[in-house]
């Protein structure tokens, strides 16, 4: 699952948990994840009880690891959100990242505005005329325009393709490197 960008109380609302010892402005700005060993900086610990192992018992050091809280189905030392049912729960949260994923703008957007503006300034490069001798007669003026505007578009739609990459593949950023990226107040 990717980063969820949800704050504690949004997990709370959107799973039908209540939060313990919790700030409920705490962002989750990690993945959720089951296993203690594998949780990032900014995370959420989904604890279940197995058939041998009780996730629950290892809140602590994955709190200790960075995960802001537990998702789990009873209180822990650690901030939980507690949940009746951790499979539900985790059903809710990926259901609302597909949301706003979907939400966001298809990648080939950018490739169909620069298909439209070629077709509209760049005319075929060949055209017939109504000369004598019925050659043809290259439109260049209306096709350099053409190949500077959408190559410019291309090329900055390229530039701020790579400059957001490591928010859309949810790479590690320092604080610092995020909120360069984030342009606007209503994207945090």
Do not use: C
Request: glycine share 8%; hydrophobic share 50%.
């Amino acid at each position: 699952m990717s980063a969820l960008w949800l704050t504690l109380s949004e997990v709370a609302d959107l799973t039908g948990g209540r939060l313990h010892l919790a700030d409920p402005a705490e962002l989750v700005t990690a993945p959720v994840v089951i296993d203690n060993r594998i949780v990032e900086p900014g995370g959420l610990f989904a604890a279940f009880v197995g058939e041998k192992v009780d996730g629950h018992d290892f809140a602590e050091s994955a709190v200790a690891a960075g995960a802001v809280a537990v998702l789990g189905s009873r209180a822990t030392a650690v901030p939980t959100v507690i949940v009746d049912d951790g499979q539900r729960a985790l059903q809710a949260l990926a259901r609302e990242v597909v949301r706003r994923r979907r939400a966001q703008p298809e990648p080939f957007t950018v490739m169909a505005l620069t298909l439209a503006l070629g077709r509209l300034l760049d005319p075929p490069r060949l055209r017939l005329t109504t000369a004598a001798d019925g050659g043809r007669e290259r439109t260049r003026g209306r096709s350099t325009v053409g190949v500077v505007v959408v190559g410019s578009y291309l090329v900055l739609a390229l530039i701020a393709f790579a400059f957001f990459w490591p928010i859309w593949t949810d790479a590690l950023l320092t604080h610092q490197e995020w909120t360069a990226r984030m342009w606007f107040a209503r994207w945090i």
